[in-house]
């Protein structure tokens, strides 16, 4: 009996008792899973170091290493402008590029691949929140990635301290965001890694070593300078440029606005992409 009575008291307590508060309140905004988030993608990249970051890095001073003895200082696109002073922005620009879109695009196709892509699906984040997230880590490892080749290129001969360093550190956060946007829909798009390394190899790695990087594309003939200056690579390489070393090709301010059109384009094209759940959730 007095069994069946503590059973009936706890019965009543808890059916007249307070709810249980939920640990997490989420707002309008899941906070608290965005950054949850963006740290995956940031360890997931740390975690391989020599990978990510370090093997970029290498790449970028193997190729000031063999301009600056093939050329030196004989052959400058621009005039009172040293070679190698020339081309250390655009050898870190393509750098951050490059790795800005393999981290997202990467991110995505492993997780197909592994078949954890169920547990972005499954978090309560929205595709905004994803989006950010997945975008946010890619811009990190770019910008990453940029910071230290500056560093290492400066040290090989390429030393610069920026002319312009706002103008710099924008266009760098602009063309790292739209790559990885691009990214973020490369890796959507293919459900294996053939299919992603024919986009790096035959969209953006051409796309990077055709906008500039080595040369000015004032000395290309017409209409083969008007083609490369469209290039959207090529924008972000001319404005970095000129926030490093005061030296453009093309006005800057063209370049300020396609990039941040482009930008809110692709965010949209993003949003509505996983919205849709297009080759993620079939």
């Keep these: 009996m007095a069994s069946q009575h503590s059973t009936k008291s706890s019965k009543h307590t808890s059916s007249t008792g307070p ?25 997931r990249f740390m975690k391989v170091v020599t990978q990510t970051v370090a093997a970029p890095i290498m790449t970028a001073a193997l190729f000031m290493m063999v301009f600056s003895v093939a050329l030196g200082d004989r052959a400058s696109p621009v005039e009172g402008v040293a070679f190698l002073l020339f081309l250390a922005p655009g050898l ?24 954890t892509i169920f ?14 997230g997945l975008v ?12 230290v080749s500056a560093i290492v290129l400066g040290i ?3 030393a610069s301290l920026p ?33 992603l390394s024919a986009i790096t190899n035959f969209v953006i790695q051409p796309m990077a070593f ?20 469209a290039n959207p690579f090529f924008m972000v390489i001319d404005g970095f440029r000129y926030g490093m070393i005061g030296v453009s ?20 094209i993003c949003l509505r992409v996983l919205n849709s759940g297009y080759r993620i959730k079939a």
């Design 119 to 132: 547990d972005l699906l499954m978090a309560p984040l929205s595709a905004a929140e994803l989006l950010v």
């Design 210 to 229: 055709l906008s500039g990087t080595f040369y000015s594309v004032d000395r290309l003939p017409a209409p083969f300078d008007s083609l490369a200056a």
């Design 19 to 43: 709810m249980p508060v939920r640990p997490v309140q989420i707002g309008r905004v899941n906070w608290i899973g965005l950054a949850a988030l963006y740290n995956k993608e940031v360890q």
């Design 163 to 195: 002319t312009y360093p706002l103008i710099a550190l924008a266009f760098l956060l602009l063309g790292s965001s739209l790559l990885a946007l691009l990214g973020l829909l490369a890796g959507i798009w293919a459900h294996k890694f053939d299919s």
């Design 136 to 147: 946010a880590g890619g811009v990190t490892r770019g910008v990453m990635v940029g910071v």
């Design 156 to 158: 090989l001969g390429g």
């Design 92 to 115: 870190v620009m393509m750098s951050v590029l490059q790795n800005a879109f393999a981290n997202t695009s990467s991110s995505l196709v492993i997780s197909k691949v592994q078949g």
């Design 249 to 268: 090709d093309r006005p800057i301010i063209t370049g300020l606005i396609v990039l941040s059109l482009l930008n809110i384009l692709m965010f949209s």
